[in-house]
């Protein structure tokens, strides 16, 4: 193509993408391109991924035509400028692909007038290309048909969007080979002997199969034969052998032409060590004995490319079912991500951070993802039964197995990955996955795919963001619980047919079968998104409700929360997709009377299920935190901003009963977080109070008022159904009227108290404030002189035990410590308590027990007032804290178990006497703890009927149905504990059959 061209200048060159500028300047001159478009043609060469590549191609191909032909050419840019721009594009981006148009410069009309043509037309222009040729030249044909084929194909392909098209890229790229592997087999039938004795058909697997195929790749085939009729099996096997080995020498022996690609029939039953060809029968009964799991995996893509259709047809027909048992298998979920697993931990450590196929995040994750999703789902879903991965994904958001917006980004990076991966190959047909290294392919690489800034650069970060992304989901979809529980269910089980549901309801254990059943129809019927995703999961949540003590109540409260949360599209995505949320929700369901209330009331609040990291207790900084802003977002509106608190309390009550459920939570946790809970309550509530008044009153706030909590509050041990015991103390600012700092403390008290104790859809915290100077004949706050006053002159013996467990919990913090240092002396008195006092608490305690049990109530079976119950334990060892506590420190902590050790430690009891009470004291208040999980309400006594006793005794992780034993192991532990009371708090001998006076 030589002629006259004017000079293009260096910047001009620069600016379209040209990295050999002087190169090109000589090289423009031999394009015959009209003078005054020169400069347009060099800007259309800027399309190309590199500039150079296709203008070296262009003058590499006028070398080698005639000038006729680069008349034809150089008019193209004002004729055809759609051709010009795909046989730029062409020579740019494939040296290979060049070369093969140099070598064969007639195919360059091909490339002009590309269209990607269909598997028919493709089969045809291959078939003809050998006809009835054989060897060398029948080699050479295929390979010069096969080639101009493939130059179409690429020439569309980089010349439209390239993530639009790519399935029908791949579609056709997948036929072509399936058109050369037949072509193949023509050549080899005319080269065999007797090769009509054996009805053959080559299965394509993997990408071709799945008409996912790269530019160059393995093709991976399996062979198949059956003797025509009236020969011998093993004879035709015999001719099969020799018609596959010359298919594969066909395809991938090195010619004049070069070759095709390997063909691999490694996947074939034993691999390498197997038989090369072998009948259907031989095939299905490997399958059905000796098949592992990733030989499964791998026939989801199997499909007849060449050869005998009838005996293709009769493969499909055997092994399919196969397929679809295949997740029916011991551990087959377990197994498929243990090969993923295995097939990352062989990449080469050197090529991990470059690999878009194998390594993390790359095509495999995408594959293996929606592979065994299928393998699970398909076997009683059949609209799930896509070779390829694209129809796959769409096929699995379709049927809600996958979140919509999880298959939009799957599908688009599994594209955008392939275009990468199809860009790298097709430059050198080479077979690679790998990132390139150097800065010059990068450039041309990112160019291919648009990139034009900094392409080198740009094209590695958005690769590694979508590898990133991919990486993400992968572990979210291909190690969801869900899987592993679906593929343990048989396939009646999983498809859930309503007209074997009441039976399996019934095996399951549920007392109302019916009645499940009408829960279960109007979970799933339909043809709703929501439908499909319950039909799913409910087959998987059955099997875990009745893993509990009341299936019945575990789905009743799901089908309510379900019936609430409508047509939300985060809740049974939630419970799809993330982690152990259905299993943690419906074994909470079933186990737990109170979450369900609770979530009845707060459906929204079941987010978080959602992951382990929010079942973790807020600390009180966090929850008051989130309180004050409710607060705030009620201004104006008090109440509406005391219910924000309410609700922010029922929230966390749910996370602190489901994470103690599933055993995330000792009981000293739990304890904490309700204390926790219970104290940022009353602190926001406080604020708010304060607020109220202060609008109210149109005043200042004139005194400082502080809560301090008493009883298991003050102690640290608060359970679900305790109340907030607390004492209200305030403190006048200096010059403030005394009436009236007194008249709006109370305001703010009575404000708090009411709110907080009344009824709503919330759990109410009662706010006993009974043990206050004169009980409740006295003022519910009082200041701090007042109290002082009052405990100097009026305090008598059980309010200084009373006091052991006062802590300041919220509201004014230096007056809360000027309240404790009030308190100190009284509650750690001097040289500890006299004998008279001692008298008067053992004599108080003993009045207790005869006239503060409930009517009607067992003393050995109630919890707090029972023999060796809460409050044994607790005055044991309050009576030794108000004794020894002003010598021993350690003694000086308002809970129970602390002291108890120091105890211990200072020889003030045996330590075996000590565990006794621990134990019983322990195992008490998690009974009281597991009563009110179980029940939803206060219990405290052991249950009488065995039903509530089993799931008491399953949330202490008892198995089901150990609940008979519940109550035997209470009385032996509380019986010990009593023993050590009598002794060391009573100062009897519990052996003494007399009866004995604890008053002595």
């Known amino acids: 193509m030589t002629a006259e061209s004017p000079a293009v200048s260096r910047s001009v060159l620069a600016r379209a993408g040209f990295t050999e500028v002087e190169r090109a300047q000589g090289m423009v001159g031999d394009l015959r391109i009209a003078p005054e478009l020169v400069d347009a043609a060099v800007a259309s060469l800027a399309q190309a991924a590199s500039p150079d590549h296709a203008l070296l191609g262009l003058v590499r191909l006028g070398e080698v035509l005639s000038d006729s032909e680069n008349h034809r050419i150089a008019t193209l840019f004002t004729d055809d400028r759609d051709g010009w721009d795909r046989l730029v594009r062409l020579l740019g981006a494939s040296t290979a692909l060049t070369d093969h148009l140099v070598r064969h410069p007639e195919h360059w009309p091909d490339v002009v007038a590309a269209e990607v043509r269909g598997r028919d037309a493709l089969y045809a222009a291959l078939s003809d290309s050998v006809g009835d040729t054989t060897g060398t030249d029948a080699y050479d044909a295929l390979r010069v048909a096969y080639y101009r084929q493939l130059l179409q194909i690429a020439a569309v392909d980089l010349t439209d969007d390239p993530v639009e098209q790519f399935p029908m890229i ?189 390594g993390p995040g790359g095509l495999r994750d995408i594959e293996f993802s929606v592979q065994l999703l299928q393998l699970v789902h398909g076997r009683t879903d059949e609209r799930l039964r896509d070779r390829g991965t694209l129809a796959a994904m769409a096929s699995l958001s379709r049927g809600g197995y996958i979140g919509r917006v999880d298959a939009h980004d799957l599908d688009q990076a599994y594209r955008r990955l392939r275009v990468l991966e199809h860009r790298i190959q097709l430059s050198r047909m080479r077979r690679s996955h790998l990132i390139p290294n150097s800065s010059a392919d990068l450039r041309v690489l990112g160019r291919s795919i648009g990139l034009r800034a900094n392409p080198e650069t740009d094209v590695v970060k958005q690769w590694r963001e979508r590898a990133a992304q991919v990486r993400r989901l992968h572990e979210r979809i291909f190690y969801r619980p869900l899987l592993s529980a679906v593929a343990n269910l048989s396939r009646d089980d999983a498809r859930l047919s309503p007209a074997s549901a009441q039976d399996r309801f019934a095996a399951l254990g549920f007392r109302d079968a019916k009645g499940a059943v009408r829960h279960m129809e109007a979970l799933t019927s339909g043809v709703s998104r929501r439908a499909a995703i319950q039909r799913t999961l409910l087959p998987v949540m059955l099997q875990w409700f009745a893993e509990e003590v009341d299936p019945d109540l575990g789905l009743l409260a799901f089908r309510k929360l379900s019936d609430a949360l409508g047509t939300t599209h985060w809740f049974l995505k939630m419970l799809r997709d993330e982690g152990r949320a259905a299993e943690t929700l419906a074994k909470a369901l079933a186990s737990s009377r109170y979450v369900g209330q609770l979530l009845e009331n707060a459906p929204s609040a079941v987010r978080i299920f959602g992951s382990t990291h929010a079942l973790r207790p807020l600390t009180r900084d966090q929850l008051l935190t989130v309180m004050r802003a409710a607060v705030d977002r009620q201004p104006q509106d008090d109440d509406a901003a005391l219910l924000a608190v309410r609700s922010a309390r029922r929230t966390e009550l749910i996370r602190i009963a489901v994470a103690d459920l599933t055993g995330k939570l000792e009981l000293d946790a739990v304890e904490r977080a309700l204390t926790d809970l219970a104290s940022a309550t009353l602190q926001g509530t406080l604020e708010l109070a304060i607020r109220h008044v202060e609008k109210e009153t149109h005043t200042t706030i004139s005194t400082g008022i502080s809560i301090i909590g008493m009883g298991r509050l003050g102690g640290g041990e608060m359970g679900y159904s305790s109340d907030a015991d607390v004492i209200f103390v305030h403190d006048p600012l200096p010059d403030a009227d005394p009436q009236l700092a007194q008249s709006q403390a109370e305001e703010v008290v009575t404000f708090l108290s009411t709110g907080l104790s009344a009824g709503g859809p919330d759990p109410a915290l009662v706010v006993d404030a009974d043990l206050r100077p004169e009980g409740k004949a006295g003022p519910i706050v009082r200041t701090l002189a007042s109290y002082a006053a009052y405990y100097e002159r009026w305090s008598e013996g059980w309010e200084s035990q009373a006091l052991l467990r006062a802590a300041p919990i919220a509201g004014d913090e230096e007056l809360g410590v000027s309240f404790r240092a009030l308190i100190d002396p009284l509650r750690w008195p001097e040289g500890g308590i006299d004998e008279k006092a001692v008298r008067a608490i053992r004599m108080l305690k003993a009045r207790m027990e005869a006239e503060r049990l409930p009517r009607g109530g067992d003393v050995r079976t109630h919890f707090k007032l029972g023999r060796g119950g809460l409050s044994d334990v607790e005055w044991t060892v309050q009576l030794a804290q108000l004794q020894h506590a002003h010598d021993i420190p350690a003694l000086r902590h308002t809970g129970t178990t602390t002291p108890l050790r120091a105890m211990v430690e200072h020889g003030l009891i045996e330590a075996d006497d000590a565990d006794h009470l621990r134990e019983s004291w322990t195992l008490a208040s998690r009974l009281r703890n597991a009563s009110v999980l179980w029940r939803g309400r206060p219990v405290d006594s052991l249950p009488g009927a065995l039903a509530d006793a089993d799931g008491i005794a399953r949330i202490l992780g008892s198995p089901v149905g150990s609940g008979y034993q519940l109550s035997d192991r209470y009385l032996k532990v509380s019986r010990r504990a009593r023993e050590v009371v009598e002794r060391e708090f009573y100062g009897t001998d519990p052996d003494d059959e007399r009866d004995t006076d604890p008053t002595r």
């Open 170 to 358: 791949s579609e056709a790229l997948s036929e072509l080979a399936g058109a050369a592997i037949a072509a193949a087999l023509r050549i080899a039938t005319n080269t065999v002997e007797d090769s009509d004795t054996c009805r053959m058909t080559v299965i394509g697997m993997g990408k071709c199969g799945g008409l996912e195929l790269n530019y160059i790749s393995d093709v991976d085939v399996i062979f198949v034969c059956e003797p025509a009729d009236g020969v011998d099996e093993a004879d035709a096997l015999t001719v099969g052998n020799k018609l596959a080995a010359e298919v594969m020498r066909a395809c991938s022996e090195a010619t004049g032409e070069g070759s095709l690609w390997p063909v691999d029939p490694a996947l074939r039953p034993e691999g390498k060590q197997g038989p090369l060809v072998r009948s259907v029968e031989s095939h299905r009964a490997y399958y059905e004995r000796w098949a592992k799991t990733w030989e499964f995996q791998a026939l989801l893509k199997a499909r007849p490319i060449a050869g005998d259709a009838e005996v293709g047809e009769a493969y499909l027909d055997a092994i399919r079912p196969l397929i679809w048992r295949a997740a029916d298998r011991d551990h087959f979920v377990e197994d498929v991500q243990a090969m993923r697993r295995r097939v990352e931990d062989h990449v080469p450590q050197a090529e991990v951070g470059r690999q878009l196929k194998l």
